[in-house]
Nanobody, 124 residues
């Protein structure tokens, strides 16, 4: 079955960086768009970033544009989220998601599979 496993979360101070990873298995990764989302306590799930199947196209939410970078390594079946200049309001559980067999432009909807999430806590 499809598995998406996030890692790299933790506790950091404001202004620091983290890189999240999401290892995928059970799907044709190189034919899947990938996305990152987060859910903060008491809030709705929020789209952050997406990348197309080849890595040639990305799409970001305005809230993280310029601070977060999504990338992928199809040889390793892994997608990454580099997060810089972290703020306390970035505290949330971060999830990766896969849109299997989607070869179009990356977006914020239509994801078929989700990981379990990794906690990111940013202290002030």
């Amino acid at each position: 079955q499809v598995q998406l496993v996030e890692s790299g979360g933790g506790l950091v101070q404001a202004g620091e960086s983290l890189r999240l990873s999401c290892a995928a298995s059970g799907l044709t990764f190189s034919n899947s768009a990938m996305g990152w989302f987060r859910r903060a306590p008491g809030k709705e799930r929020e789209f952050l970033a997406a990348i197309n199947y080849s890595g040639g196209s990305t799409y970001y939410a305005d809230s993280v544009k310029g601070r977060f970078t999504i990338s992928r390594d199809n040889a390793k079946n892994t997608v990454y989220l580099q997060m810089n200049s972290l703020k306390p309001e970035d505290t949330a559980v971060y999830y990766c998601a896969a849109d299997h067999w989607y070869l179009g432009s990356p977006g914020s909807h239509g994801y078929d599979y989700w990981g379990q999430g990794t906690q990111v806590t940013v202290s002030s």
